[in-house]
C-alpha cells in the first residue's frame, strides 16, 4: 500500500528542503521505492538529492504535444 504526500505553499517557505530531506528519510529507513516529482516551474529537488536528470517531465510533456 502506497502513500501520496504533497507539498505546498509560498515561494521560499523551504518546501523543496522539506521534501529532500523526507525522501533522504525514507529512503534510509527502508521505504523503498520513492517517486519523487517536482513539479514547479523553476525545479531544482534533484539537485538537493544530488541527482542527475536526463529529462524532465516538461521536456517529455513538450515532445508528446510535437
Known amino acids: 500500500m502506497g502513500n501520496i504526500i504533497a507539498m505546498a505553499g509560498k515561494g521560499g517557505v523551504g518546501k523543496t528542503t522539506l521534501c529532500g ?14 517517486l519523487a516529482v517536482d513539479a514547479d516551474a523553476n525545479s531544482n529537488l534533484n ?16 515532445e508528446i504535444e510535437r
Open 47 to 62: 539537485e538537493v538529492l544530488g541527482v542527475e536528470v536526463g529529462v524532465t517531465l516538461g521536456e517529455v510533456r513538450e
Open 21 to 34: 530531506l523526507l525522501v533522504q528519510y525514507l529512503c534510509s529507513r527502508g521505504k523503498t521505492p520513492v
